[in-house]
């Protein structure tokens, strides 16, 4: 029931998706740095609108459009970006989880909903640029029994910096973003929204891509140059290791098979608008009457930041986003969680072997889910559904973690770490 | 006694009446909630010469764990001691059960039997489709 509100199918639900933007890699693009100072302190003293207020006194940085579009420089430098996307993709997963785990059940259901949609579309991503990067791997390059990813390397040690060398804007005087592993609360939300922040076009120019959307615009740049300038063109994968809708219950957005460049345009669009949207404005009709999108996961989280949904009426998607919702209210409660120590750590766990063998068995759990996500895209696509299934337990054993009280009140949570199965 | 460290001796005489370590009873969240259902189900009077004599026989320093569970099976099992408590907390753990009474939603989806089974409760917990024609993760693979 609770997830009915949230439904691609429910008529009630604005759509907040801008479609991406159109590329012309032959046209010349200049500096789009502009003079920011017209932008006016927002009322409401907020996270959203205290970025605002900075990019307004030019603190503000991002790369420039020429250096975006000309970043990828061959074949093997974007597989190595797609690689990266894949470990973008991931390091979102356990924040957000650590978020959603720590609701304590039955409370802040709207919340939980909004997460756990985030969650399944972040998923779908990994699995959408597996798909892209399946499909620009000459066959004959792959050995038997290469995977795609090394899942060891692949996992974060939180906190980290977002991979990929995107560095999203902090109000002044903050440490540079690093991601946490944090319960439900103002600050995580905070977090998850810097993460999946769209780019700010008003921004000054600087050498590291400022947002998600950028990088991987930069990465469908890179597709269609070396498509275009590749005789043959690069789309040479075996159509056989791509994962499709067969392959992917669970839903969540749309599985993409890519064989062609369109269809890589296609997965990068369904990433990034569910993330974000790619930066530039667009027409309120295109916003309110669009079809098959949802709502972005930035805006999800503004909902949970804002305790209200968007409403029909709210349109105010231009950049830098400072739209507030003001559609229906709900509850959210930030004391009905568990009260997770930040980046647990199996480490921490040292002193009770009888804890650390229960953060043990989580992470076995996750390693299994990961490794069950890379033998799927590594050729056996039919193997997902033996990985996903894996997804419950780690919830059960997330929360048997989040039961155990440590010291000063606080309780103890899954690491997410590398073990050894 | 203070009620607390009664609390404390349930956790200790409970892990070693289920054969689950403190940390995997503390894990179910059930601990506190259980306690309660002692308290509301059982004479004071057993359940304070329950208390005294475990906290008697787990602070003896002569005793080893062996002596522990040996005094633990021959006096503390049968039905006539303290009302059967120490019988009606093996069953409390392991079904989420008083008697035949669940005890509330959570208490039939942390009962430890499921776990010894390595299975999962039916209706309760989502295994996913198929799961159940792969080894549950739980069981070692060397065995």
């Known amino acids: ?421 | 006694m203070e009620p607390n460290t009664h609390s404390k001796l349930f956790l200790e005489v409970s892990a070693l009446l289920t054969g689950f370590s403190k940390t995997e009873l503390k894990a179910t969240g059930m601990q506190e909630s259980y306690y309660n259902t002692i308290l509301k189900n059982v004479d004071k009077e057993d359940v304070d010469y329950f208390f005294l004599d475990v906290h008697v026989l787990l602070h003896d320093k002569t005793h080893n764990e062996k002596v522990i569970e040996d005094i633990l099976a021959s006096k503390f099992m049968a039905d006539s001691a303290y009302n059967g408590l120490a019988k009606n907390i093996i069953i409390l753990w392991y079904t989420g059960n008083w008697g035949s009474e669940v005890i509330s939603s959570a208490s039939y989806i942390q009962g430890l039997m499921w776990n010894a089974g390595h299975t999962h409760p039916p209706g309760a917990k989502q295994p996913g489709y198929g799961s159940w024609a792969e080894r549950p993760l739980s069981v070692k693979t060397n065995i």
């Open chain 1, 1 to 421: 029931m609770e997830n009915k509100l949230f439904q691609k199918s429910n008529p009630n639900r604005q759509k907040l998706i801008k479609p991406i933007s159109d590329l012309d890699i032959n046209e010349e693009v200049v500096s789009i740095a502009t003079d920011t100072a017209s932008f006016t302190d927002n009322e409401l003293n907020l996270k959203t609108a205290a970025v605002s207020n900075k990019s307004a006194k030019g603190m503000t940085l991002k790369m420039s459009k020429k250096d975006v579009k000309n970043y990828i420089k061959d074949l093997k430098h974007l597989q190595d970006c797609l690689r990266t996307a894949l470990q973008l993709e991931l390091s979102t997963i356990p924040p957000y989880l650590c978020g959603l785990y720590t609701i304590k059940e039955g409370s802040n259901v709207e919340a939980a909903a909004l997460i756990r949609s985030v969650v399944v579309e972040e998923m779908l991503h990994m699995v959408l640029v597996s798909n892209i990067l399946n499909a620009i791997t000459d066959p004959k390059t792959i050995k038997k029994g290469d995977k795609l990813f090394n899942v060891k390397e692949i996992i974060p040690n939180y906190p980290t910096p977002l991979p990929g060398g995107i560095v999203p804007e902090v109000p002044k005087g903050m440490p540079p973003f690093k991601v946490h592993l944090l319960k439900f609360s103002r600050e995580a939300l905070d977090e998850f929204s810097t993460i999946e922040r769209p780019s700010n076009p008003q921004a000054p120019i600087t050498g590291h891509f400022d947002s998600i959307g950028q990088f991987y615009e930069a990465i469908r740049y890179g597709l269609l140059r070396l498509n275009e300038t590749t005789p043959g063109g690069i789309f040479i994968g075996d159509p056989k290791r791509q994962i499709t809708a067969e392959h992917y219950y669970g839903s969540g957005g749309k599985i993409t098979k890519v064989v062609t460049y369109e269809d890589a345009e296609e997965a990068i669009g369904e990433i990034v608008g569910q993330g974000e949207g790619i930066d530039g404005t667009i027409a309120t009709e295109q916003v309110l009457f669009g079809e098959d999108i949802e709502y972005a996961h930035y805006f999800k989280f503004q909902e949970i930041c804002f305790g209200r949904m968007y409403s029909a009426n709210d349109t105010n998607f231009q950049m830098p986003v400072k739209s507030i919702p003001t559609g229906k209210p709900f509850t959210v409660s930030w004391s009905s969680v568990y009260n997770m120590k930040a980046n647990p750590k199996m480490k921490d766990y040292e002193h009770n072997p009888e804890l650390l063998e229960k953060a043990i068995e989580f992470n076995k759990v996750y390693v299994q889910l990961l490794n069950g996500i890379n033998d799927a895209v590594s050729g056996n696509p039919e193997l997902l559904i033996k990985g996903i299934t894996v997804m419950y337990d780690l919830k059960y054993k997330a929360l048997e973690l989040l039961n155990i009280p440590l010291e000063n009140g606080e309780c103890a949570g899954p690491t997410f770490e590398y073990v050894a199965l």
